[in-house]
């Protein structure tokens, strides 16, 4: 399929298009060599895939908590919440601060009967009500009466009607450039839960999966999303740069900030689960995934600027183009990074706030192993974007359309009812 795609670019690269940027002529000979290229390219891509693709035996597996014998998941829907002093409050038997308030005894109906359980005055503060829609965990051992847990509330309904919302509003807004953008996410999350995933716990190099994984992506999504053209190719062009720059970063500043990837009890169990596993290595590969998107767009954006500015001057000399595009990219830098530290800020907001409560400094919290990743990968994902700005630029004035010479305009017709001798004007130029 994706040879399809390329090869259509020989045949439409650089037309007219369905948007109002103007691609100008055909470049037919441009368009073949830069489709040689990109399918070298993916070609090597693909192949590097291939070979990092583990084996499924080779794939750890742990014995899911909640598939044990004896032990199941329920859907339920809440009857009866009925509240109780459980002496809930100061420090539990483990030194860890409790919440102060009741507990609650709750009663849920399921397809097999009634399930009882009681629930911490931490998750009863946080609110339950008779009608809710939960899931609770039954553990029942051979010979013995049934116990039942709380496990989560069931969110599959709500989530599944915002995505549709939002699949919608993509494609009725943005029509075919949404859909086709939608079909990327969906060629994302192959790549992550099918190939990138599974090499990672598979032992394979975290750094070298990530690179290619995202190699892979970004070549199929851009092309999908923004069109077959020369425009894109430049975008793809700087995206690839950037990802490679990325990539070298994140493992330097890895190794060079100590991080070791075991910074919550989530690591903890991850490498107890998989003891084999390079965390320090994934860190530096999450680095490049978690840059993927803002670098996406800071790319696009700037091979678009120089084909609107290619548009509107004509004329204009390939380094007055690079300096106009380049005012663009240096706006669009500094709302990208305000990007990446906002994101940041409001995944970890629950950390941010603990330690303001416990009146820890930014800088004794940031030099943290937790907080530490967020930071170095933040950093790391910016200067990659920093880095992409320029050298997209220079692919797009490379690859724009070619500069035309200024032409002069025949004097306009003279205005009715002046004097015969009377010109209009000066003549206009383009």
């Known amino acids: 399929m994706l040879c399809v795609v390329l090869w259509h670019a020989v045949i439409v690269a650089h037309s007219h ?31 590097a895939m291939i070979a990092l693709w583990p084996a499924e ?24 919440v009925a509240a109780f002093n459980c002496n809930s ?55 013995q009466a049934a116990t039942y847990e709380f496990l989560d509330f069931r969110r599959g309904l709500p989530l599944t009607a915002l995505a549709a919302i939002f699949a919608v509003l993509v494609i ?31 032992g394979e190099s975290p750094l070298l999966v990530a690179v290619v994984g995202s190699t892979v992506i970004m070549i199929v999504v851009l092309y999908l999303a923004h069109g077959v053209s020369i425009r894109t190719t430049s975008a793809l062009f700087g995206t690839l740069v950037g990802i490679a720059l990325t990539a070298a970063i994140g493992l330097a500043a890895t190794g060079w900030t100590s991080l070791t990837g075991v910074g919550s009890e989530d690591d903890q169990r991850l490498i107890a689960t ?4 390079p965390l320090s290595g994934i860190v530096a590969g ?24 290619r548009a509107a001057r004509p004329a204009a000399r390939a380094g007055s183009l690079f300096a106009s595009a380049m005012r663009i990219g240096r706006d669009h830098i500094a709302s990208s990074v305000y990007t990446l530290v906002f994101a940041y800020a409001g995944s970890a907001m629950t950390v941010l706030l603990l330690a303001t409560a416990y009146q820890r400094g930014l800088a004794s919290i940031a030099t943290t192993e937790e907080i530490g990743q967020e930071i170095v990968r933040t950093l790391v994902g910016a200067i990659g974007l920093v880095l992409a700005v320029p050298v997209t630029t220079l692919f797009a004035v490379w690859l724009a359309p070619p500069r035309t010479p200024e032409t002069v305009k ?5 205005v009715p009812g002046r004097h015969s001798g009377s010109h209009a004007g000066p003549a206009l130029t383009a």
């Open 57 to 80: 035996q080779a794939v750890p597996r742990s014995q899911n908590p909640y598939g044990a014998a004896g032990v199941s998941t329920l859907d339920a829907t809440v009857t009866k």
């Open 17 to 47: 298009s369905h948007t109002s940027i103007d691609h100008g002529p055909p470049r037919r000979r441009l368009a073949v060599t830069l489709t040689a290229v990109v399918l070298a390219i993916a070609a090597g891509a693909f192949a």
């Open 410 to 414: 025949a004097p306009s017709t003279p």
């Open 172 to 202: 009725g807004v943005a029509r075919w450039r949404g859909l086709f953008a939608l079909v990327g996410i969906g060629v994302t999350l192959l790549a992550l839960t099918k190939f990138m995933l599974p090499a990672f716990l598979a």
């Open 274 to 277: 998989v003891p084999e596993i």
């Open 286 to 309: 999450t680095m490049v995934i978690a840059g993927l998107g803002v670098l996406n767009d800071v790319t696009v954006t700037q091979a678009s600027a120089v084909w609107e500015l």
């Open 89 to 143: 409050g100061g420090e539990g038997p483990d030194g860890e601060i409790e919440v102060e308030g009741d507990c609650a005894h709750v009663t849920a109906r399921t397809s097999r009967g009634t399930a009882t359980f009681d629930l911490d005055a931490a998750r009863h503060k946080a609110g339950i009500s008779p009608g809710d829609r939960i899931q609770v965990v039954k553990v029942q051992p051979a010979g």
